[in-house]
T-cell receptor, first 110, second 115 residues
Framework: KQEVTQIPAALSVPEGENLVLNCSFT??????LQWFRQDPGKGLTSLLL?????REQTSGRLNASLDKSSGRSTLYIAASQPGDSATYLC?????????FGAGTRLTVKP | DGGITQSPKYLFRKEGQNVTLSCEQN?????MYWYRQDPGQGLRLIYY???????QKGDIAEGYSVSREKKESFPLTVTSAQKNPTAFYLC??????????????FGQGTRLTVV
């Protein structure tokens, strides 16, 4: 069974810092990996999708990388802003379902 | 607008009652999923469906049931057999595996409380 782990569980940084969130998974036979953002009491918003054949994806200040062989992905956030404060979740998909990590709760202090 | 709609946003259930959570999508997606989220925890998979009239149990299917009679709809019933149903429930959809871009999209969730 696929296990997804996210480190750290919580992170607090001052505004303007660059930061990295980590995601690891146990079964490298994935179809894709997706990063989401969740605000308190809300649903999930898709940030980036990386297909298994890709190494990275970029959207604005966000960059996600994927190393399938080692079972790792990172989400890089450049020049963090208070509006980036949220929980960030990664999810991996195989042929049948989608499995999530527990998330990293990010706080960006003004 | 295209997207996934979950209703109701808040739901209260008495002990011993069955309740049904609605999930509708107009994205023409084949795959749909139900997750449960407890405070401070990640999402746990309840049921998923890759095609109409077919669905599979996830990790925590006990006490739940689903149906997939239409492509657009994937309702979740929380039965009285579910001993701890208070949680935040999230529905998602994607194009399905083997169909190119399979980005998943989520509804805004239903918060279920047992009273």
């Amino acid at each position: 069974k696929q296990e997804v782990t996210q480190i750290p569980a919580a992170l607090s940084v001052p505004e303007g810092e660059n930061l990295v969130l980590n995601c690891s998974f146990t079964d490298s036979a994935i179809y894709n990996l997706q990063w989401f953002r969740q605000d308190p009491g809300k649903g999930l918003t898709s940030l980036l999708l990386i297909q298994s054949s890709q190494r990275e994806q970029t959207s604005g200040r966000l960059n996600a990388s994927l190393d399938k062989s080692s079972g790792r992905s990172t989400l890089y956030i450049a020049a963090s802003q208070p509006g980036d404060s949220a929980t960030y979740l990664c999810a991996v998909s195989n042929n049948n379902d989608m499995r999530f990590g527990a998330g990293t709760r990010l706080t960006v202090k003004p | 607008d295209g997207g996934i709609t979950q209703s109701p946003k808040y739901l209260f259930r008495k002990e011993g009652q069955n309740v049904t959570l609605s999930c509708e999508q107009n994205l023409n997606h084949d795959a749909m999923y139900w997750y449960r989220q407890d405070p401070g925890q990640g999402l746990r998979l309840i049921y998923y469906s890759q095609i109409v009239n077919d669905f599979q149990k996830g990790d925590i299917a006990e006490g739940y049931s689903v149906s997939r009679e239409k492509k657009e709809s994937f309702p979740l019933t929380v039965t009285s057999a579910q001993k701890n149903p208070t949680a935040f429930y999230l529905c998602a959809s994607s194009r399905g595996q083997g169909m190119g871009n399979t980005e998943a999209f989520f509804g805004q969730g239903t918060r279920l409380t047992v009273v």
